[in-house]
């Protein structure tokens, strides 16, 4: 059985950082694309970021562009999220997300992925 243990979130202040990790059990990391998503209070779920399962190209989103990066060590078999320059737009459930064969033109939907995280919370006070 799949499972997805996120942890790292928090509160932290405006400009700070903050480093989520997506701990899979029952896959590896190396062969399935894996993507962050969060949602805040009162609005949609959105794409943050990802990492492909093939050459482990990375994709995101334009609001966070240049002050987050994804990553993964296949060792640990884990995926993290490393958050930089934090804004308080930024508060947010952070979800990790699994899929063996999300490509480039469907990996920031959410339903694209079959297997998902619980989340975890993120707060950024300015």
């Known amino acids: 059985q799949v499972q997805l243990v996120e942890s790292g979130g928090g509160l932290v202040q405006a400009g700070g950082s903050l480093r989520l990790s997506c701990a899979p059990s029952?896959?590896?990391?190396?062969?399935?694309?894996m993507g962050w998503f969060r949602q805040a209070p009162g609005k949609e779920r959105e794409f943050v970021a990802a990492i492909m399962w093939s050459r482990g190209s990375t994709y995101y989103a334009d609001s966070v562009k240049g002050r987050f990066t994804i990553s993964r060590d296949n060792a640990k078999n884990t995926v993290d999220l490393q958050m930089s320059s934090l804004i308080s737009e930024d508060t947010a459930v952070y979800y990790c997300a699994a899929d063996r064969f999300a490509g480039s033109d469907s990996l920031a939907k959410w339903q694209s992925y079959d297997y998902r995280g619980q989340g975890t919370q993120v707060t950024v006070s300015s």
């Open positions: 029952g896959l590896s990391v190396d062969i399935y694309t």
